[in-house]
């Protein structure tokens, strides 16, 4: 059967790497240390995907810049001396090996910094299996669409052969601003019906059962 995708496009934090709740406590300790008002789990699990420094500003819209660049550092001291325990979701290693010898383009587009996506790559390594990888710190933040036109725009592929698969509603929103297929997944940070509200192709409940779609579909 043809591909109906050459082009696939993940995001990394809670689609390849089981991150989500790191994430989450990194988010709250650096609001803490800040003596600020500490986000809940779902707040902070909602801005995960975007850039730091948005991230933050959703999360607080009342600071002074500088604060939020201070927030950020927390942040990061918090997650990067952690970041070393955190792994791949079971079967992403085979999966991505597999799609690589099939013939597909694979890349990243994340909300991640470029050093901080350099460290995940090289810890799971999993960089020799990426064609491109696109961070928030080299580009406009999700949704904006520029991350995954880039993307596009090295890899020769158009909007009908690429497909992006995200565990966000910013994800999927980045998806349709690019004008590509998308794929939800409910493993990560959003919940099921806030991905279903952004009609994606379908929703995997596991990486397994998206490994299982795209080996059928893609």
Known sequence: MAQRYDLLVFDWDGTLMDSTISIVRAIQHAFRDMGLEVPSDERARHVIGLGLVDAMRYLNPNLQETDYLQVVDFYRHYYLSRDHEIELFDGVRDALTRYKQQ?????VATGKRRKGLDRALAHSGLAALFDITRCADETFSKPHPAMLEQIMDYTGMDVQRTLMIGDTSHDL?????????????????????????????????SFAELDAWLSTHA
């Open 103 to 107: 013939g597909f383009w694979l890349a």
């Open 173 to 205: 929103m980045l998806a349709k601003n690019a004008g590509t297929d998308a794929i939800g997944v409910s493993y990560g940070a959003h919940p099921r019906h806030e991905l279903e509200a952004h009609q994606p192709v379908t929703i995997a409940d």
